[in-house]
């Protein structure tokens, strides 16, 4: 169990540290905030577009520090020590995205709070929002993390993590918009399917892929 | 050879196909309904390509197959080609049918993401320097996806969309008439041998490209040799 808190500790801190949950973070702010001076700022279309428009800018946030999520690992020879540790490989990964989630997805959650104020959400509004995001932002950790496992280490991997990210994170979108928007309980269900899925399958196949980066 | 018997086939097939499309009685919608003859079988294909990719990947994941690694390798640009010609055949469709080229429905939102994952699946193998790691990935990758097949094929009864519903695979047997039923059944026959036919070729040519690959390194150490003991 220390061997998983020190790891989980030690991803936090690094994600703070060198600025990639800033970074994100700022990105989130600013996107919401320009909302308004791209379509007009009539309140009742804000009203229908900021939640669906919060769920893409929050999507686009997590994928700016995707890339250097296994790839800084890599370059500087931890990754060989999280596969070769005497944790599972399987607790290191999940160590490694919930360490993405805390440190990025939580303080989107939060942070949309402050979209729901730009875009005058009404309080079902906001707990819909909140709650979506809540739902789909880990599942989204769990596929980003497994997809900057599987890019690392390869040139222009920024690209390449954007269009393999891209299309998995469609019926996060899709789902988790519909549910901000208030489409009903059935978005939220599927959305908490969908996240609940990619959670599973990314609990196998990431450490697959971590341990092909280290063959 | 065993690949020339499955061309010849697949081309009578396919010619026989052809031959029959020109005859089904003409429907509501005019000349214009038999787009789907070539439509409707290259989506079907298209899933079950990616199924086939899946499933190899699968096969090459866990048993670390090697002949199982070359096939989804194969099967990845395959693929995208009879998805790319299922998109088009459907926008030419859409637009004298429904008057619009696209429209963001269930359907064609997964169909595309389908397209994208297969130039996910391309990319990354290419992008990797290292052949066994880009294979690895690539096989990853395919089996993250695997849940936008379930999505595409029943998203047209979950969601109302302006996308044919179901007529054929359904639980109460198919209600599309039989005189369009028999010439689309041979040309999804057809589009399958057709599928199996290029996907052998590739394997093949993909383990002669290895054989020489292999070929070409020894003779280019046994060269070193040589002129390491004659120099």
Do not use: C
Not at chain 1, 7 to 24: K, P
Not at chain 1, 42 to 59: I, Q, S
Not at chain 2, 74 to 103: E, N, Q, S
Not at chain 2, 114 to 134: M, P, T
């Amino acid at each position: 169990m220390n061997a998983f808190r020190a790891i989980l500790a030690r991803e936090i801190t690094l994600s703070i540290a060198t600025g990639g949950a800033g970074l994100s973070l700022t990105f989130f702010v600013l996107t919401i905030a320009l909302l308004p001076l791209a379509v007009g700022s009539e309140p009742d279309m804000l009203r229908r577009l900021g939640p669906g428009f919060a769920w893409l800018a929050a999507l686009l946030a997590q994928l700016l520090t995707l890339e250097r999520l296994v790839q800084a690992d890599l370059e500087d020879g931890s990754l060989d020590l999280l596969v070769g540790a005497a944790l599972p490989l399987e607790l290191g990964f999940v160590a490694k995205t919930l360490a993405h989630w805390l440190s990025v997805g939580l303080p989107l959650t939060v942070l949309s709070l402050f979209a729901a104020l730009l875009d005058d959400l009404d309080g079902p509004g906001t707990l819909r929002l909140v709650l979506s995001l809540l739902i789909g932002l880990p599942g989204l950790s769990a596929i980003g993390g497994t997809i900057s496992a599987l890019t690392a280490g390869v040139r222009r991997g920024s690209l390449l993590v954007a269009l393999l990210a891209l299309p998995l994170a469609v019926p996060f979108l899709i789902f988790g918009s519909g549910a901000a928007s208030g489409r009903g309980l059935g978005s939220f269900l599927f959305l908490g399917a969908i996240s609940v899925f990619s959670l599973s399958i990314s609990l196998l196949l990431g450490p697959s892929a971590l341990r092909s980066q280290i063959e | 050879m065993p690949w020339t018997a499955v061309a010849t086939a697949v081309l009578f097939v396919i010619g026989l196909a052809l031959s029959l499309q020109t005859s089904p009685a003409d429907y509501q919608q005019g000349e214009a309904v038999r787009i789907m003859y070539i439509h409707v079988p290259a989506a079907w294909i298209a899933m079950a390509a990616y199924a086939v990719m899946a499933g190899a990947s699968l096969v090459a994941l866990v048993w670390r197959h090697t002949l199982a690694d070359v096939a989804a390798e194969v099967t990845a640009p395959l693929g995208a080609v009879f998805t790319a010609i299922a998109l088009t055949t459907g926008m030419l469709w859409g637009k004298p049918m429904w008057g619009t080229y696209w429209v963001w429905d269930a359907r064609l939102t997964s169909v595309l993401v389908l397209f994208f994952l297969y130039l996910g699946a391309i990319a990354i193998r290419e992008a990797h320097e290292d052949r066994a790691r880009g294979g690895r990935a690539a096989q990853i990758l395919a089996l993250l996806g695997v849940v936008n097949l379930p999505i595409i094929k029943f998203s047209v009864d979950w969601w109302n969309t302006l996308h044919q519903g179901e007529s054929i695979f359904r639980a109460s047997g198919p209600t599309i008439a039989a005189s369009m039923l028999w010439p689309l059944g041979i040309m999804a026959l057809a589009y399958t041998l057709l599928f199996a036919m290029l996907m052998m070729l590739r394997i093949r040519t993909m383990i002669f490209r290895q054989q020489v690959r292999a070929a070409s390194a020894r003779r280019a150490s046994t060269s070193e040799l040589h002129e390491a003991a004659h120099a």
